[in-house]
């Protein structure tokens, strides 16, 4: 069975090189589903907590969300940086407390402090959808993300292989010494 959770990033990015009206800079709201497959954790009778979901993907998605997303080879790049950097806010900002981990992936690398992330292709919702499990495959057994954004819409499926490991009494992952990082439970 599965579980899902859904949550919205706002961002702005374009479209580089692309013949239409998304070549110029602009914004969306975007909504992004993730739904993770597994068996019934009988202890909960749940596959995994929504919530829980939510938690590990926000953790790292939040470097997405009022950030701007701009392809590695867009000449906005580096301006932009100029800018950041003559305003003083390209190492951050007091006021900018929502930061993510560093990533870098083949796909994507965010820069938090400035709320920045460049990616190897286009952001199109296909290109999020790939950047997502991209960074989530380990920690999720992730089948389905879904993301809209304006009027695109895309999702893709992927195959789970195996069962995670998780608590019988709060539903959550299981370190990797079978503990319950959550209420303490050890695994026999
Ligand atoms: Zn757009
Ligand atoms: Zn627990």
């Given at each position: 069975?599965?579980?899902?959770?859904?949550?919205?990033?706002?961002?702005a990015?374009?479209?580089?090189?692309f013949?239409?009206?998304?070549?110029?800079?602009h914004?969306?709201?975007?909504?992004?589903?993730?739904?993770?497959?597994?068996t019934?954790?009988?202890?909960?009778?749940?596959?995994?907590?929504?919530n829980?979901?939510?938690?590990?993907?926000w953790?790292?998605?939040?470097?997405f969300?009022?950030?701007?997303?701009?392809?590695?080879?867009?000449?906005?790049?580096?301006?932009?940086?100029?800018?950041?950097?003559?305003q003083?806010?390209?190492?951050?900002?007091?006021?900018?407390?929502m930061?993510?981990?560093?990533?870098?992936?083949?796909?994507?690398?965010?820069?938090?402090?400035?709320?920045?992330?460049?990616?190897?292709?286009?952001?199109?919702?296909?290109?999020?959808i790939?950047?997502?499990?991209?960074l989530?495959?380990?920690?999720?057994?992730?089948?389905?993300?879904?993301?809209s954004?304006?009027?695109?819409?895309?999702?893709?499926?992927?195959?789970?292989s195996?069962?995670?490991?998780?608590?019988?009494?709060?539903?959550?992952?299981?370190?990797?010494?079978?503990?319950?990082?959550?209420?303490g439970?050890?695994?026999?």
């Open positions: 069975m599965r579980s899902f959770t859904t949550f919205d990033l706002q961002y990015h374009r479209f580089l090189g013949k239409g009206e998304a070549q110029y800079l914004g969306h709201t975007g909504t992004l589903t993730i739904e993770v497959e597994d019934i954790n009988k202890g909960v009778n749940m596959v995994f907590p929504c829980e979901i939510k938690k590990i993907a953790n790292v998605l939040k470097n969300d009022h950030a701007l997303v701009l392809r590695e080879d867009d000449p906005l790049l580096p301006a932009i940086l100029k800018a950041y950097e003559e003083g806010i390209k190492d951050g900002a007091p006021n900018n407390v930061v993510g981990p560093k990533f870098e992936t083949e796909l994507a690398k965010a820069y938090p402090e400035c709320r920045l992330v460049v990616t190897k292709e286009t952001m199109t919702v296909e290109g999020m790939k950047i997502v499990y991209d989530l495959k380990d920690d999720l057994n992730i089948a389905k993300i879904t993301f954004s304006g009027d695109n819409a895309a999702s893709q499926e992927y195959t789970v195996g069962e995670k490991d998780r608590c019988p009494l709060c539903g959550i992952l299981l370190d990797e010494n079978g503990t319950c990082p959550k209420c439970y050890k695994k026999h």
